[in-house]
């Protein structure tokens, strides 16, 4: 019975250092433990009399012994579901850390930073998941970005430099284009239902079966870009 708890008690610790390896979280599984063994302790004393008057003194220190190791099993459970609980936590907070920090590098005036960050959103698959919908991305240098099935739902990308990115399936509804460069920019099948694209530049754009029910075109320029129908814009 002993040798199998002890089995018991390494495979546990075993799953909680799997679970737990690379995250500092040494103090509060140290201090964790110390009460669990404080209150098994405790148990083992408080159950002594019990053990003696039940089983005799001759089997009183088994029946401590047992009761310990009983109450030691019992703690140890709600330490790893503590630990676990707290290294998820902990494990989201990076990731929205993480999520926050490209956000701000796509937004970036440097193409260098801003082609990292969406490489590794995309990698993440981050760049389709929702996260980037109304981001703050004006004046972002984003030439030339693959930006292919981004969800930039009211995106403000105010003067952003889009040319020659990748746009295709892109969701634009909503978003804020305004004065953004565009030019040689795909934007096939782009959703751009309500975006404001007044005064954008959207010179030789392809916007072949893009939606624009409902987009703002004021004062942008579309000289020579390839409308949702096919046709050149003269």
Same mark, same amino acid.
């Given at each position: 019975m002993l040798q199998r708890m002890a089995r018991w008690l390494l495979n546990a610790g075993r799953t909680l250092w799997a679970h737990t390896k690379g995250v500092p979280l040494i103090w509060p599984i140290l201090a964790l433990v110390s009460l669990a063994l404080a209150v098994?302790?405790?148990?083992?004393?408080?159950?002594?009399?019990?053990?003696?008057?039940?089983?005799?003194?001759?089997?009183?220190?088994?029946?401590?012994?047992?009761?310990?190791?009983?109450?030691?099993?019992?703690?140890?459970?709600?330490?790893?579901?503590?630990?676990?609980?707290?290294?998820?936590?902990?494990?989201?907070?990076?990731?929205?850390?993480?999520?926050?920090?490209?956000?701000e590098q796509m937004g970036s005036r440097r193409p260098e930073v801003t082609e990292e960050a969406v490489r590794k959103l995309r990698a993440r698959g981050w760049l389709t998941s929702g996260m980037l919908r109304y981001a703050w991305l004006r004046g972002a240098n984003l030439e030339g970005a693959q930006?292919?099935? /981004?969800? *930039? @739902?009211? %995106? &403000? =990308? #105010?003067g952003a430099n889009l040319?020659? /990115?990748? *746009? @295709?399936? %892109? &969701? =634009? #509804?909503?978003?804020?284009?305004?004065r953004a460069t565009l030019e040689h920019t795909d934007l096939r099948s782009a959703r751009l239902q309500g975006a404001n694209l007044q005064g954008a530049n959207l010179w030789r754009a392809n916007l072949r079966y893009a939606y624009l029910n409902g987009a703002r075109l004021q004062d942008a320029n579309l000289q020579e870009a390839v409308m949702p129908d096919g046709s050149v814009h003269a």
């Open positions: 098994a302790a405790l148990s083992a004393l408080v159950a002594s009399s019990y053990g003696t008057t039940l089983a005799g003194e001759w089997f009183a220190p088994l029946y401590l012994l047992g009761v310990f190791l009983s109450h030691l099993v019992v703690n140890l459970l709600g330490i790893l579901v503590a630990v676990l609980v707290i290294d998820r936590l902990y494990r989201q907070r990076l990731e929205q850390q993480e999520r926050q920090s490209l956000i930006l292919m099935g /981004a969800d *930039l @739902q009211g %995106a &403000d =990308l #105010q040319s020659w /990115a990748n *746009l @295709q399936h %892109a &969701d =634009l #509804q909503n978003a804020n284009l305004q």
